[in-house]
C-alpha cells in the first residue's frame, strides 16, 4: 500500500492536485492512501519551497504544479 500525500495550504490547485491523484489511483489499479497535508511544519520537514507538492511514500515527486492523472499514474508504477 502507497501513501501519497498532497502537501498544501488548501487552495484550488491542491484540490485539483488531490483530484488528479485519486483519479490516478484509480485508474491504475493501486492501494493507496491519499493524505491532504495543511500543516507548515510537516510540509517544511519535506524541504517543499512551492505547493501544492506531491509525495509519494516519503519522497517528494513534484512542487509547484498540478500534475495530469497520467503523469501521476506514471509515478505510480
Excluded: H
Aim: aromatic content about 2%; some cysteine.
Amino acid at each position: 500500500m502507497k501513501l501519497i500525500q498532497i502537501l498544501g495550504p488548501g487552495c484550488s490547485k491542491c484540490a485539483k492536485l488531490k483530484e488528479n491523484v485519486e483519479a490516478a489511483v484509480q485508474q491504475a489499479g493501486v492501494e493507496a492512501t491519499v493524505d491532504k497535508v495543511t500543516d507548515i511544519n510537516q510540509m517544511m520537514s519535506f524541504g517543499v519551497m512551492m505547493t501544492p507538492a506531491l509525495v509519494i511514500d516519503g519522497e517528494v515527486k513534484s512542487s509547484g504544479k498540478v500534475l495530469s492523472p497520467e503523469d501521476i499514474k506514471k509515478l505510480l508504477e
